[in-house]
């Protein structure tokens, strides 16, 4: 899959966004006034940031508001609702932190649950697709939602739950990783179904259908950067869990919480760009490419 | 409504020869002509002229080599034309967000409605076929439309109502019709050549169905003249024989 800047920057914001406001709707850390304004300000600025990033890739953006009408079907609408659910619950929720001085328990749960949603449901958009196989398995909801979570308590300052929590996200990209390099083979699809011709023998692809290229090879068939695949997961891993456990078991201060933030975000961008280059679509047989 | 009807009245659908195709892509150019100038967004090309040209089809033919596992046996070259196959468990319309994407309850036709269409790509991911395309001029998806302003058309002379690719091919390896009726002829040529689904495993229950190559005639071997015809030497004699060896020996 072709890895758009848009879509990585937009899963990665959005997940480390609303991984931070589960935690601040269950009042980890409990903050009010400025201080609580300076994280939902964070928040704020990723989730969103995030959100808008993902509507450049859309060829017609001034129509997005249409996305909220199929969500008995789609996951993607059931996106847009779950975050401009959570957006609101956690806004009221803020709107009485910062500037009453109240908690508002009842909004700050369940924008936590919303927010928790909201990945879950960007996470379904990739494993619905039975024609990716290394997205459509279980551990993608459990790696988005694990990686969320543990960027959400690294920028929420909560270290204990920090460290189990990045470590648990580490072991099930590891996971992913390895199950998701047998899926395409798992899968049953190869030139033989794709073609129905494998019975008379072996299918290889003579000539494509046209001599440039097209939509579906741009978007489907991207092959540049995987063979450094290895190297790129060995830099995501480190980056995305490794560095950061290590700088928060060194005597806190705020150098050292940002550094650990910063090494997170960097190997989770690295590990979002490795899940779409990596991706294989099945499309890909017709033209005998994976 | 992006959800999939329970039961469609008709599945109309194409079935394809993969016997008979030759290959001479005047479906897919028959295909480009009408729908870029009829229903929807026209087909646009980006770069036509250009070293790096591309542009949107609804309809292409792939070439496929196949070799058969015997050893004696010649490999067959077979071309394949490919759109959308109205699939009745169409993954590309239930992931659309915004229900641009549809299947017709009346003939089992997947359509998009262009204007609703946020161009979002993701129907495009759906498909295994790469039934799909974004216009990259416009924004939306196009596919195959089964030329819905052709067949239903009664403006057109009725030997026109078919879809473009239908009427132009010049091998006649391609048939429209009504899938869901057992007695229809397209229907007839399916059970009759043994019509199969492409990649079945992904579970789209695809509504078009290619019918596969008969096997390759074998040439029987002629007697009638063997008697006069004395068979060539097996062993090599006289001065090759002796090449042959005096070669052996070294």
Redesign the interface.
Known sequence: ?HPAPSVIFFTTFSGLGFGLLFFLGLGFPAVTGWTAFAFFAIAYVMAVGGLMASTF?????E??I?????W??????RE?WCAVGALMLMGLYGLGLVFFDSRWTAFGILGAGLSMATVFTTSM?YT?????PRWNMKLTPLKFMSLSLAGGALLAGQVDAALVLLVIAGLVQLYAWVEGDKAFAG???D?A?????G??????????????????L???VHVIGRKHSQKLRVIALGLMTIVPIILLALPFSHIVGVLAIASHIAGVLTARWLFFAEAE???GL??GKR | ???LPAKTEKKLGLVID?DTCVGC?AC?ISCKGWNTENYGAPLSDQNAYGA??????LN??????????AAD?A????H?P?SCLHCEDA?CV???????SYKRVEDGIVLVNES???????C???????AR????A????KKCTLCVDRIYNENLPEEDRQPACVRTCPAGARHFGDLGDENSEVSKLVAERGG????????TKPVNK?L??RPKDEMPEFDVLAPFLEPVAEEPKGFLGWLDKTLEKL
């Open positions: 899959m890739h859309l060829g017609r953006p129509r997005a249409k996305a909220f009408t199929q008995r079907s789609s996951w993607l609408s847009a958009i619905q697709l039975k024609t990716i899968s049953g699809t030139m179904s794709a073609t129905g011709l019975g008379i023998g072996k299918v290889r692809a003579f000539e494509p259908p046209h001599t440039g290229t097209n939509y579906l741009c978007e489907f679509h099945v499309v017709y033209y | 409504m992006t959800t993969l892509h897919v790096d040209n591309s542009g949107t089809f292409r033919v792939h070439s496929f080599e196949v070799q058969p596992e046996a490999a067959q070259l077979i394949f490919k993954p239930t992931v659309c967000p915004t229900g641009a609703d269409c946020i161009g979002c790509g993701l495009a991911w759906a498909c295994p076929y790469g395309e974004l216009d990259q416009e924004g939306v998806m199969m689904d492409l990649m079945p495993e992904q579970g290619y596969p190559p």
